[in-house]
């Protein structure tokens, strides 16, 4: 079993940045990618970007790779993700994902 609890989401204006972190425990949890997700009040949650323990795969929704970085910090068991120049329409709940397990969001709300 996996467990991951997020932090770092907060309010900022349009045009800040926040960095969201997942920590990482649990039994063989390097086997997996870890994901972010995020849903907006009203739509169903969706693909942000995705990191793998090892290696250096990295994967991006294409609407956001410009402004949000994933990274991982293995020693600390810990997923980053980096959002820049944040817009309104960024507001939303951020999941962290590794194969079936979830952690409980983070919110992130961007005033205009």
């Known amino acids: 079993q996996v467990q991951l609890v997020e932090s770092g989401g907060g309010l900022v204006q349009a045009g800040g940045s926040l960095r969201l972190a997942c920590a990482v425990s649990g039994r063989d949890f390097t086997k997996h990618a870890v994901n972010w997700y995020r849903q907006a009040p009203g739509s169903e949650r969706a693909f942000v970007a995705t990191?793998?323990?090892?290696?250096?795969?990295?994967y991006y929704a294409d609407s956001l790779k410009d402004r949000f970085t994933i990274s991982r910090d293995n020693a600390r068991r810990t997923v980053y993700l980096q959002m820049n120049s944040l817009k309104p329409e960024d507001t939303a709940v951020y999941y962290c994902?590794?194969?079936?397990?979830w952690g409980q969001g983070t919110q992130v709300t961007v005033s205009s």
């Open positions: 994902n590794s194969a079936t397990y």
């Open positions: 990191i793998f323990w090892t290696g250096s795969s990295i």
